[in-house]
C-alpha cells in the first residue's frame, strides 16, 4: 500500500531554513507527479508545491522564489527546502500523492523568535 513519511520540521527563527523530507513506498514513485501541502491552525489545507514525473514543478504564489521542490528517484523521496521563512509559513506540512489520494501525517515546521 501507498506509504508516505515527512520528516524535517521544527522550529526556525524568522529568516531561517529548513528541508522537509517526505519518504515514500508502495508504488513506482518515478512514474507519479508528488506535492507538498500545509495547513496552518484554523485554516483550509492549501497547495504549496508540486513536481511531475518528469521534473516541472510549480508553487504556490507565497513561497514562490523561497521554495525549491526536488525528488530522488532513487531514494522514492522529495523534498522541499524552505529558505528565508516567515511567521505565516508555519503549519503542518503533507506530502501528498495525487493519483492514489494518499496523504502523510504531516510535519510540523513553526516559524518563531
Known amino acids: 500500500q501507498v506509504q508516505l513519511v515527512e520528516s524535517g520540521g521544527g522550529l526556525v527563527q524568522p529568516g531561517g531554513s529548513l528541508r522537509l523530507s517526505c519518504a515514500a513506498s508502495?508504488?513506482?514513485?518515478?512514474?507519479?507527479?508528488m506535492s507538498w501541502y500545509r495547513q496552518a491552525q484554523g485554516k483550509e489545507r492549501e497547495f504549496v508545491a508540486s513536481?511531475?514525473?518528469?521534473?516541472?514543478?510549480g508553487y504556490a504564489d507565497s513561497v514562490k522564489g523561497r521554495f525549491t521542490i526536488s525528488s530522488d528517484n532513487a531514494e522514492s523521496a522529495v523534498y522541499l527546502q524552505m529558505n528565508s521563512l516567515k511567521p505565516e509559513d508555519t503549519a503542518v506540512y503533507y506530502c501528498y500523492a495525487r493519483t492514489f489520494g494518499s496523504w502523510g501525517r504531516g510535519t510540523q515546521v513553526t516559524v518563531s523568535s
Open positions: 508502495g508504488f513506482t514513485f518515478s512514474r507519479y507527479a
Open positions: 513536481i511531475s514525473a518528469g521534473g516541472s514543478t
